[in-house]
T-cell receptor, first 115, second 114 residues
Framework: GDSVTQMEGPVTLSEEAFLTINCTYT??????LFWYVQYPGEGLQLLLK?????DKGSNKGFEATYRKETTSFHLEKGSVQVSDSAVYFC??????????????FGRGTQLTVWP | DVKVTQSSRYLVKRTGEKVFLECVQD?????MFWYRQDPGLGLRLIYF???????EKGDIPEGYSVSREKKERFSLILESASTNQTSMYLC?????????????FGPGTRLTVL
């Protein structure tokens, strides 16, 4: 079945460091891929998404490229800020069969950025 | 902007109590979802609904039921709360079932069962 595996945290970085959070997926169809972010005390909000192979999603300096050959969707940012401290979730959605458009989430990666 | 609201941010209940968690969305979305979030486990789908009075079980429906009498409102019911249901509960909604459609989340309800 469909599933998402993302790197375990926590990840601790200094401000302006480069960030990579790895995400790989297993899917039977042609899924769309998402990164959601959860700031402390809040619900999840969409960070970026990609709907087909080789698409690049980007937002707020974050990027992720949909790589079908490696079944990956790694999140990157060139220079993190303290305000990026949050939990990041990778997710996929595949509407084939009876999934009815549900999301499959990874376990989340806690990022802490120090000044 | 889409707004998904949940009735309580924090809730404390006793074991055996019947608990209602309410979720309302204001954008005429077809689909609504209930998740629970636990450290190290990520988000797990409890139930979802793609239409009024329709519901589908997710990955962990045991001990829960849902109700969707109106399009904008999706309720999660804990028939007899237990301590292992202490968790963060997140509601979400989306307009369609297409693969590109975005789910919008509420702020969550942190439930403690004593």
């Amino acid at each position: 079945g469909d599933s998402v595996t993302q790197m375990e945290g926590p990840v601790t970085l200094s401000e302006e460091a480069f960030l990579t959070i790895n995400c790989t997926y297993t899917a039977t169809g042609y899924p769309s891929l998402f990164w959601y972010v959860q700031y402390p005390g809040e619900g999840l909000q969409l960070l970026l998404k990609a709907t087909k192979a080789d698409d690049k999603g980007s937002n707020k300096g974050f990027e992720a490229t949909y790589r079908k050959e490696t079944t990956s969707f790694h999140l990157e940012k060139g220079s993190v800020q303290v305000s990026d401290s949050a939990v990041y979730f990778c997710a996929l959605k595949d509407v084939r069969g009876s999934t009815l458009g549900r999301l499959y989430f990874g376990r989340g990666t806690q990022l802490t950025v120090w000044p | 902007d889409v707004k998904v609201t949940q009735s309580s941010r924090y809730l404390v209940k006793r074991t055996g109590e019947k608990v209602f968690l309410e979720c309302v969305q204001d954008m005429d979305h077809e689909n609504m979802f209930w998740y629970r979030q636990d450290p190290g486990l990520g988000l797990r789908l409890i139930y979802f609904s793609y239409d009024v009075k329709m519901k589908e079980k997710g990955d962990i429906p045991e001990g829960y039921s849902v109700s969707r009498e109106k399009k904008e409102r999706f309720s999660l019911i804990l028939e007899s709360a237990s301590t292992n249901q202490t968790s963060m509960y997140l509601c979400a909604s989306s307009l369609y079932q297409t693969s590109t459609d975005t789910q919008y989340f509420g702020p969550g309800t942190r439930l403690t069962v004593l």
